[in-house]
């Protein structure tokens, strides 16, 4: 019989990839080996070690694996070796919007502390070749920049300059032409860093990616029949009383599998149907609402019974996709567009279990229990797949028509014969 490693491993594995066996060279040492008497110490280690395999916490860490999506939405894909590293550096804007906040605030300020010493530079370097230097408080002297005797001064005429506050002491004069290009080239590039950091700054605080927060999943899938039809349910809900505009929602299926001609497909995306066709995907999300899959014909899980469901490894990501309410204006609604995501794994799914009512109507209006959000409750469901219900319902059908036009030839009145 197989070792109790190998059959932990076989139903639950460490990763979401599963790749064929590999052979070990191990093997072959073993098999040498095998020939000689093992010795009481070897006997009693290798007793320990079956013992410490089989305990709770080791079994409970076979079932971990690496997700997809977290559960709060974080994708657990992280990229390598990219080699044209030039192409972020194309589109700087969206570069540096996606920095951290201390990262970002970090170019913020150095944007501006770069040109300030920059052109404090240039200031004190044309004011020394000048002389002005050298000769203030001299009133014959025609000065190019006045006031300027040292690099300190020349940086706060720079500060004074970009920033528009102009406190009147130091000052470019009109006795010379580069001092008043240089003064127009720092207005001008001061104003470009205005608008592209301030630009920075307004989307990236007003971007909707905190309001994924206020959207919730519940914790667990539940299989249960509605309707005569077995799906998979699971809830979503808003805590903001400022709703989505737009609402929608879709599913994705992350398996491995590999093909009739042997090729492996990890983490292969497909389609759940939660209602594309009859519009069911598009929510008015007010108060919270039980999502909808039905297992039929077209969905992955119709040959999925409550047995083969543990076996299974599979992960299924959520996408809620909405418009921020709060903008107010439809022309924002691109840049405004929110999205939140959550994952659930095959053992976050319960079979036979629906979900508990949190809704009811107080003074007038409806009122949300939030606290009734993750409960469920078991009900009667058969531990069968959605195929093998839909194939005993149709031999009873079938046993049903059989026996009602057996039951009709019995009941026909015999033909009597004439006199």
Request: charged letters at 25%.
């Amino acid at each position: 019989p197989p070792a109790p490693q190998e059959a932990g491993a076989r139903l639950y594995p460490l990763h979401t990839l599963s790749v064929a066996n590999i052979p070990n060279s191990s093997h072959g040492k073993t098999s040498a080996r095998s020939s000689t008497i093992p010795t009481l110490e070897g006997l009693q280690s290798r007793r320990c070690k079956l013992l410490e395999e089989d305990s709770p916490m080791v079994q409970a860490s076979k079932r971990q694996r690496q997700r997809y999506v977290t559960k709060v939405g974080k994708c657990q894909v992280n990229l390598g070796n990219i080699q044209d590293k030039k192409r972020f550096l194309s589109d700087i804007f969206t570069t540096i919007v996606d920095l951290k906040y201390r990262w970002f605030l970090f170019v913020f300020m150095m944007c501006y502390v770069i040109t300030w010493v920059l052109f404090g530079f240039i200031y004190f370097l044309d004011a020394w070749v000048r002389g002005d230097v050298g000769h203030q408080g001299d009133p014959e002297w025609r000065a190019c920049i006045e006031n300027v005797d040292g690099f300190v001064s020349a940086l706060l005429l720079s500060v004074e300059s970009q920033r528009t506050i102009g406190y009147g002491t130091r000052m470019v004069t009109a006795n010379c032409a580069e001092g008043v290009i240089l003064l127009i080239a720092q207005s001008i590039v001061g104003s470009m860093i205005d608008a592209m950091m301030v630009g920075c700054m307004f989307v990236k605080i007003s971007r909707p990616k905190k309001r994924a927060q206020t959207l919730i999943f519940s914790k667990n899938c539940v299989i249960s029949r509605r309707d005569e039809k077995l799906c998979l349910m699971f809830r979503v809900g808003d805590l903001r009383e400022s709703h989505m505009v737009d609402a929608k929602i879709r599913a994705k299926l992350i398996k491995s599998r590999q093909t009739a001609e042997g090729e492996f497909i990890p983490l292969e995306q497909s389609e759940l149907n939660l209602g594309y066709d009859t519009g069911e995907d598009r929510l008015f999300l007010v108060e919270p609402q039980i999502i909808c899959h039905v297992i039929n014909r077209h969905s992955p899980f119709w040959d999925m019974s409550a047995e083969s469901l543990r076996r299974e490894q599979f992960e299924i990501i959520i996408i809620l996709e909405g418009i921020v309410e709060a903008t107010g204006n439809r022309c924002l609604a691109a840049g405004m567009t929110c999205q939140a995501r959550t994952s659930y794994t095959e053992d976050e799914i319960l079979w036979g279990y629906r979900f508990e009512p949190c809704m009811s109507l107080e003074k007038g209006a409806f009122q949300v229990d939030y606290s009734r959000f993750e409960m469920t409750f078991e009900v009667q469901t058969p531990a069968a797949s959605a195929k093998e219900l839909h194939e005993l319902k149709e031999l009873e059908q079938q046993e049903h028509s059989t026996l009602s036009l057996y039951w009709d030839h019995l009941l026909q009145p015999c033909a009597l014969p004439g006199p």
